[in-house]
Each structure stands twice: as structure tokens, then as C-alpha cells.
């Protein structure tokens, strides 16, 4: 078994390796054709005069522009910065290298195109304008790292009226895959959600999203304790009521037994510590754990460092620990669903991304694990099990079809097959500029 020294020495790898890496490929992304060039007389083929033709159609038939464009499968990634990671406001630019990231895995696990628009303007108004007005080159758009409580204005009135489906990652991704890790943590310990005693640290968007799905999904309200930084949530909590009409609302619904205190407190007799708050270490003490029901579960998921590491969560007595991080195992990472709904929604060109389509996502993820054989150290499947993008992409559009919000109507196998071969197009894409060394190899 690794020291602790050793684990911490590990933890620190990926930042250290992060410094080396970007500078040499000079960012993460770009731009690429998907369209054949035999000779430079194709261009009056994708330019002037030939592509009128295509601009005339679409113009008479708007529909079209699925057809002719890369619509259908281009998503923008768009953040102002201001709550980037663990790392807070650090700005537009500096939120860049992120967005490329969320960039990469959209391609790579879902075969969508994605970029990086990163605003500068902190002005919720402003940002709901500008989405508005740049959608009708995406299919979607994928909110990022938006401080709260503008977070929710933004997302509430965009997806009332924007014509493409908009997702907020913070909110809706971490919670389809805190529900699909929980769903499977509660098996292994053998406790059903709808009984469970759920303490949800941090009240920002990831948690306050988690909430709400976590209810829609079975789970007591009741028995449900939110925590922010002046303690738990409660009747009596009238802080909240004007500047945070969300955790107002959770103030009315949850803590039954009307808890008050700290965090210690928040935790006794709780089944599972749902942990998204500041990053790490030592903001979960093992000593609190210690009171928590018999075989407690502990989702410490702050970036870029837990709330608590996994050994200590495991000194405390922790039966099963899941992090936000890929080196350590029960990654809860929205990179596990994310790229899965897009390509979903995308495949049947639907309108919104519901809270049920998320919940299907979530299910199937969690049933992808359950399927190989779960265990305290396998909750939820890695990213390099490829088969867990397509499925998930066929549950989110079955489900998108059901609810009569996409656009166009497949069957299963149909829905399987079209999400596999993008997929799979983007990986052997990948592999080829690889080996070809068209992406340069990076030794570190």
C-alpha cells in the first residue's frame, strides 16, 4: 500500500505535468476540415459561387441548416470566469485553458465539436443577450464556471428562451453524476435512496442542482440537510430570502428535524456527505465522519483538491469514498455525462435538455457500472470505457423522444448506432494525427 506521502506526491503530479504540457501544444484544441479538398477546384464547391446554393436553401427552408452546416453538432462552451475549479474569479482568460479542456472531452468521449467562448462581461443580463445572439451557429450551448446566484437567472430564463438547448454543467452535469454514484454507493452498502439521510455540503449551483435532481429522482427532502457557510439550511435561515430564492426554497423543504449548528452537526446519523464545496484538504474532518450512520458514504468532489483525502476519509471509518478526481478511485467527474447528453440531444435534434433527461442519463450510467460488478472502489464506470458514451446518448434521446422534445424520431438501434460511429470517428481521428505525428508526441 502507498504512504500517504506517496498518495499526496501523486496528487500533485497532474498540476505539475499541466505546466509542461500546454505550453508545448499551445492550447488543446483547433479547428479541422471534415470535408474533402481534391483539388483547389473544390473550393467553388464549399465557397463562392457554389455554396449560394446551400445559403439559398437554408433561407427558404430553415431546417436545412442541419443539413448543409455543422449545427447539428457544435456546441459552444461559454463562461465569464468567475468561478472557475476551486480557483474562484480568476477571469475570462484565465478561464480559457478550462473551457479547452471541457472542449476535448466533448469531442473525444462524445464526438461533438465544441469551442471556447469566454465573455468578458460579469453582467447576467448581458451574457443572456450575447448567448442569444451568437446560437444560431450551435446546436447548444454549454454554460461554465458561472458564480451564484446569477448562475440560475441565467440558466432559468435562457432555457425559457433561447431556441437551442442550453445546459448549465455546473448544475445539471454534477448532478446526473452525483445521482448515478450515490444511486450505486447506496447498493453496495445495501440502502435505498428514498430512506437515506443525505447532508449535501456547500449550497452553490453543483449542490443546490444536485438537490433537485436527487428529489426528482426518490430521494426524502425531509431527511435531506443543505449546509452553506453560516451552517445548515433551516425555516428559520431568512438570510436567504431575498439574494437567494433557491436556497429559500430549500430552507422550506429540507431538514425536518430543523438541525442547526456546523457542519458536524449536519453530518450525525447521515447515510452519505454529499461534499461540492471549497476545495480542499481539511475542510471534512475524520473525527465528524466517525458519527455518521453505520458504513457512511463520503463524495468529497471540491477541484482541484477534495474536501477530505480518501485516507483520511478512511481513517474516520468512510466505507466508501468517491472524489471529483481521476487519480484516485469513484471519479464523480461530470466529464462521465456531459458529453453523453450532448450527443443525445443532438441526435434527435432536440429543443431543451430536461431534468428527466438527465435523471435517464444518470440511470443508464450507473447501470453501465452495475452491469461489470460494483464495489467500494467501483461506483461508476472510468472514461475509457467507451461503450458508456453511446449508451447514455441513447437514454437521453429515448427519453428527449418520450417527452416529445426532439425534433426527429430514431429507434434504439438506430440511436446507438448513429452515436457509436461519431464517437468512435473522433477516437480513431485522434489516433491517427497521433501516430502519424501530426500531434506531436510530448515526452515529460
Avoid at 234 to 254: L, V
Avoid at 344 to 356: H, R, S, Y
Avoid at 382 to 404: C, G, N, W, Y
Wanted: proline share 5%; net charge neutral.
Amino acid at each position: 500500500m502507498p504512504t500517504k506521502e506517496e498518495l499526496l506526491e501523486k496528487s500533485k503530479k497532474p498540476s505539475a505535468d499541466a505546466l509542461k504540457m500546454h505550453p508545448f501544444f499551445k492550447g488543446k484544441i483547433a479547428s479541422s476540415l471534415k470535408c474533402c479538398v481534391r483539388d483547389f477546384n473544390d473550393f467553388a464547391i464549399w465557397y463562392t459561387p457554389g455554396v449560394a446554393a446551400a445559403c439559398m436553401d437554408i433561407k427558404a427552408h430553415p431546417e436545412m441548416v442541419f443539413e448543409h452546416t455543422n449545427k447539428g453538432n457544435m456546441v459552444a462552451v461559454v463562461s465569464d470566469g468567475t468561478r472557475v475549479l476551486g480557483l474562484g474569479d480568476i477571469g475570462p482568460e484565465a478561464a480559457i485553458p478550462v473551457m479547452e479542456g471541457k472542449a476535448i472531452l466533448f469531442k473525444y468521449l462524445g464526438g461533438v465539436d465544441a469551442w471556447p467562448v469566454c465573455l468578458d462581461t460579469k453582467d447576467a443580463e448581458e451574457i443572456i443577450r450575447t448567448v442569444k445572439l451568437i446560437s444560431p451557429c450551435f446546436g447548444g450551448i454549454n454554460l461554465e464556471d458561472f458564480s451564484q446566484p446569477k448562475c440560475f437567472h441565467i440558466l432559468d430564463t435562457l432555457r425559457k428562451e433561447a431556441k437551442i438547448p442550453i445546459w448549465h454543467d455546473d448544475q445539471q452535469g454534477t448532478a446526473a453524476v452525483t445521482l448515478a454514484g450515490l444511486l450505486n454507493a447506496l447498493k453496495v452498502v445495501g440502502k435505498k435512496l428514498e430512506k437515506a439521510r443525505l447532508t449535501l455540503l456547500g449550497s452553490g449551483a453543483a449542490n443546490i442542482a444536485t438537490a433537485r435532481i436527487l428529489i426528482a429522482a426518490g430521494a426524502d427532502p425531509g431527511k435531506m440537510i443543505m449546509v452553506d457557510t453560516k451552517g445548515p439550511l433551516h425555516k428559520g435561515r431568512t438570510d436567504t430570502q431575498k439574494e437567494f430564492k433557491e436556497k429559500w426554497h430549500f430552507c422550506q423543504i429540507t431538514n425536518a428535524q430543523q438541525v442547526k449548528g456546523g457542519i458536524p452537526e449536519a453530518m450525525e446519523g447521515a447515510d452519505a456527505l454529499i461534499a461540492l464545496a471549497k476545495s480542499g484538504p481539511d475542510v471534512v474532518k475524520k473525527e465528524w465522519i466517525k458519527k455518521m450512520a453505520k458504513d457512511p458514504i463520503i463524495f468529497a468532489c471540491a477541484n482541484p483538491i477534495p474536501e477530505i483525502y480518501p485516507w483520511e476519509a478512511k481513517e474516520g471509518g468512510a466505507k466508501i469514498i468517491a472524489t471529483g478526481r481521476s487519480d484516485f478511485p469513484n471519479q464523480v467527474n461530470n466529464s462521465l455525462c456531459f458529453p453523453a447528453i450532448f450527443r443525445g440531444t443532438l441526435d434527435v435534434m432536440a429543443k431543451t435538455i430536461t431534468d428527466e433527461m438527465c435523471i435517464a442519463s444518470a440511470r443508464e450510467l450507473a447501470k453501465c457500472a452495475e452491469d461489470k460488478g460494483l464495489r467500494e472502489d467501483y461506483l461508476l464506470p472510468t472514461m475509457d470505457e467507451r461503450e458508456v458514451f453511446p449508451r447514455q446518448a441513447v437514454a437521453v434521446a429515448l427519453k428527449a423522444i418520450e417527452q416529445k422534445v426532439a425534433r426527429i424520431t430514431l429507434s434504439k438501434d438506430q440511436l446507438f448506432e448513429k452515436a457509436s460511429t461519431i464517437i468512435n470517428r473522433a477516437r480513431e481521428e485522434t489516433r491517427v494525427l497521433m501516430e502519424s505525428g501530426v500531434i506531436p508526441a510530448c515526452r515529460i
